[in-house]
């Protein structure tokens, strides 16, 4: 696929949802007349002043925005090799989403489309959720307006984020396990569809992720966006320039492209890190776009993971929030345009990564974020001294303790960067 011409990145997609070839809208009939007015609701929304106003008000005063850009000094120092700050490679700077209220990223999309929802005057939420951070986010804006909440979590996800579980119940939601498949995040956005188009009068469904059909592959971007716009402004003034090279853990992909947007027109290289699990090899991994092939999941067409008759495989990752066995289509798009690189980092390399930033930084990172972190140092290195690295720590580890936890005590055999 051709790079489209230089400054029109960021005019996709276009007017049938398209980029290049991905994205679009592949859904049933009943669902068609629903995102067309969602498409539409939105494109009045982001043309109007004071809905723009009133959600960067909540960004300010709820979420906690901005977040702040902060230098990791040892972990920079640390991958130099040689103990000196910033010695033989970039700096590495993270992006703390983190700290936003509810401790991820995902709230700053969940705002906004709460937003949008009360605008269109719908009065029940639906949504999916993987590692529970998306859930948390929509129970966290439900409840500060008072609307009814419905999440669908794979089963193996209920067990493996149990804090996040309780979180969402203390907030109010209702939680509707998922038992089919392997009870993951496909499967709970499975379920979340068919609500949708049962309860089409009064529901609102609040995708978390940049993907299935138009608008939400952009709208959530445009959500997210405040992430590499925060970003760039403060790399100009903390460093004088724009980073080399922006890196972020990918599932969905929504925290990777809320980065990278705002760059797409820079000469800044953009890498996400897809979560290998056992191996690219094993059969066990959600590195969509590193073993799959271009199909349509969840209303839209992408990278998925599926067999030779096009049916959807099974994803694995450590990460709940990786562990999906599609992409987002803008990615699809960047990665034959050859626009961002994407790599990949195991469960294993991960769970090291967790570590390593707990004791370095003193920032325990959620374990999508620590995908990305295991691919850093050899990213800072290629980019070199005087370079800039902006990292998204879009979510922290909290929810994830247990998993770690148990992680290690079944590998008490494994070289001691990570045993606890």
């Known amino acids: 696929m051709n790079a489209p011409a230089a400054n029109t990145w960021s005019a996709y997609p276009d007017a049938r949802g398209r980029f290049g070839d991905y994205g679009g809208r592949y859904v049933a009939e009943t669902l068609m007349p629903l995102v067309l007015e969602l498409d539409g609701a939105y494109r009045a929304a982001k043309g109007d002043p004071a809905f723009q106003a009133e959600l960067d008000d909540f960004l300010t005063h709820y979420v906690g925005r901005p977040s702040p850009l902060y230098f990791a000094e040892r972990l920079t120092a640390h991958h130099a090799g040689n103990g000196a700050k910033g010695g033989g490679c970039a700096r590495i700077w993270f992006k703390r989403d983190e700290l936003n209220h509810t401790g991820a990223h995902k709230i700053n ?19 999916e959720t993987g590692a529970g ?41 209702e939680i509707v396990p998922v038992t089919s498949g392997r009870g993951t995040l496909k499967d709970a956005m499975n379920e979340a569809m068919r609500d949708w188009v049962t309860n089409v009068e009064d529901t609102y469904y609040l995708i978390g992720t940049a993907a299935g059909p138009h608008p939400y592959p952009a709208m959530v971007r445009d959500f997210q966006a405040v992430i590499g716009r925060e970003a760039r402004a403060q790399m100009l003034e903390r460093a004088g320039k724009l980073p080399d090279a922006c890196v972020a853990s990918i599932g969905g992909g929504s925290n990777a492209i809320g980065l990278f947007h705002p760059f797409l027109e820079d000469d800044v290289r953009l890498i996400g890190i897809e979560a290998a699990g056992h191996g690219l090899t094993s059969g066990q991994h959600a590195a969509s776009m590193t073993g799959g092939r271009p199909g349509v999941l969840h209303g839209n067409k992408t990278y998925l993971l599926q067999d030779d008759d096009g049916q959807i495989l099974d994803a694995h990752s450590i990460s709940a929030g990786l562990d999906y066995p599609g992409i987002g289509p803008e990615h699809a798009w960047l990665k034959d345009s050859g626009r961002a690189e994407y790599r990949t980092a195991t469960d294993m390399e991960a769970l090291a990564a967790f570590q390593e930033c707990a004791r370095l930084e003193g920032i325990i990172p959620a374990l999508e974020p620590a995908h990305a972190l295991a691919r850093v140092g050899e990213i800072a290195r290629e980019v070199g001294r005087g370079g800039d690295v902006v990292l998204n720590m879009c979510g922290r580890g909290d929810k994830d303790i247990y998993t770690v936890a148990d992680a290690l005590a079944g590998h008490a055999d494994h070289p001691a960067e990570t045993k606890l």
């Open 133 to 173: 951070q998306h859930g948390v986010a929509t129970a966290t804006v439900c409840a500060r307006f008072g609307l009814p909440c419905v999440i669908y979590m794979g089963a193996t996800d209920v067990e493996r984020q149990k804090p996040n579980v309780f979180r969402m119940r203390l907030l109010g939601a």
């Open 109 to 127: 999309n969940c705002m906004g489309q709460i937003l949008l929802a009360r605008r269109m005057g719908r009065t029940r939420i639906i949504a």
